[in-house]
């Protein structure tokens, strides 16, 4: 089982849309941080959360870390074919073993 | 972009083979990781270093082993590859707990 679960796993929606993606785990993190990878690719740091009950905004996306620093979630507002993309969280331990979730594969139709 | 360069970027060996993958930064970062990445699994980390000669396990280790004689250079090696190792890899680097992970392009692996 992964420390990290991300929900749901696959995500097919129109242009125009909102969603939210969820990243949950037991384990409290020191921070978390969300990617973005692109096929063929490595994954690109979108953001880092580090304070519980944090919320970070990145113009039409929406990064919450949850009270008690064991999940977060990303809402995008307003989804556009460019946000399409592989979307995984990754959990920092005391010890910088970052951990990463399976991912969220996001697809925003025209 | 972050200075990592990762080589082979693609490579095809057979089951039984030695294959050594390498990993060479330009920033002068103290952590490096090598993770791979598989369908359904995500990123799992194999092995990192934080720091010269100084490394430790990851969640997947076994069957993988690790140098860094350098800052700049980490190396991955398989001592004699199977077809479960068949995967992307990607090496990654950081200035330190909590820091940002920059990612390189990653590896292709094929073993037949």
């Known amino acids: 089982t992964q420390l990290l679960e991300q929900s749901p796993q696959f995500l097919s929606i129109q242009e125009g849309e909102n969603l939210t993606v969820y990243c949950n785990s037991s384990s409290v993190f020191s921070s978390l941080q969300w990617y973005r990878q692109e096929p063929g690719e490595g994954p690109v740091l979108l953001v880092t959360?580090?304070?519980?009950?944090e919320v970070k905004k990145l113009k039409r996306l929406t990064f919450q870390f949850g009270d008690a620093r064991k999940d977060s979630s990303l809402h995008i507002t307003a989804a556009q074919p460019g946000d399409t993309g592989l979307y995984l969280c990754a959990g920092a331990q005391w010890n910088n073993d970052m951990r990463f979730g399976a991912g969220t594969r996001l697809t925003v139709k025209p | 972009d972050a200075g990592i360069t990762q080589s082979p970027r693609h490579k095809v060996t057979e089951t039984g083979t030695p294959v050594t993958l390498r990993c060479h930064q330009t920033?002068?970062?103290?952590?490096m990781y090598w993770y791979r990445q598989d369908p359904g699994h995500g990123l799992r980390l194999i092995h990192y270093s934080y720091g010269v000669k100084d490394t430790d396990k990851g969640e997947v280790s076994d069957g993988y082993s690790v140098s860094r004689s350098k800052t700049e250079d980490f190396l991955l090696t398989l001592e004699s590859a199977t077809s479960s190792q068949t995967s992307v890899y990607f090496c990654?680097?950081?200035?330190?707990?909590?820091?940002?992970?920059?990612f390189g392009e990653g590896s292709w692996l094929t073993v037949v």
């Open positions: 959360v580090v304070t519980g009950g």
């Open positions: 920033e002068n970062h103290r952590y």
């Open positions: 990654a680097i950081s200035g330190g707990a909590g820091n940002t992970i920059y």
